[in-house]
């Protein structure tokens, strides 16, 4: 029952979607209009620069942070408990019934919940994979998908706890869904590493 408790608290502030509702508040624009029309803090950065595109990706990080660190820490719960509430966040996110279950697709939501769960071991191993990504490709949906599950196989190779493995797994399962129209297109290199190739060949 604690677990179902923390868990759809973790659904419940994982799916207030602060993006959106900063883009009609401060911006007065439906950021959904912007970019790939994600209701994210990517369009809230796009729509209203740096300053208020901070305080989104504060937010969304701070809804999967917080709910994820109150179940461990407040109501004491450990091991296999945590898979649940540390997918809640992330679920809400992507699928928001404030958003008719058309949410984000829950990047700074996950760096949130691993926070909550690992403090800095998770967030450190998924921006150094994802960033390794970025750098070498240039389909973010493949970036995002391929830097989770190194960052799965790293955890494997440490011998990580297995609920933490489901737990990433998960994540892992609802980010690539979120991201099923990128990942359709393939992967590209990064136009500079085109240019490079060219030239050493």
Not at 32 to 41: K, Q, S, T
Request: charged share 15%; with cysteine.
């Amino acid at each position: 029952m604690t677990t179902l408790i923390w868990s759809c608290f973790g659904f419940i502030l994982g799916s207030i979607p602060f993006s959106v509702w900063l883009g009609y508040l401060v911006l007065h624009k439906d950021i959904r209009a912007y970019g790939d029309g994600n209701p994210g803090a990517a369009n809230v950065l796009r729509a209203g620069g740096k300053a208020i595109g901070i305080v989104a990706i504060f937010l969304d990080y701070a809804k999967g942070a917080v709910p994820v660190a109150m179940a461990a820490f407040v109501g004491e719960l450990s091991g296999w408990k945590m898979v649940p509430v540390t997918l809640a966040p992330v679920f809400g996110h992507a699928f928001s019934p404030f958003l008719a279950f058309r949410g984000g697709k829950a990047i700074a939501a996950s760096f949130g919940v691993w926070t909550g769960l690992t403090l800095w071991q998770g967030p450190v191993l998924m921006g150094l994979s994802l960033g390794l990504f970025y750098m070498i490709q240039d389909n973010d949906g493949w970036s995002v998908v391929l830097g989770m599950t190194t960052t799965l196989l790293i955890l494997m190779v440490r011998h990580a706890d297995s609920y933490l493995l489901a737990a990433m797994l998960g994540n892992v399962a609802i980010v690539a869904w979120k991201h099923r129209r990128e990942l359709g297109r393939g992967m590209h290199r990064r136009p500079y590493l085109r240019r490079r190739t060219h030239v050493d060949g």
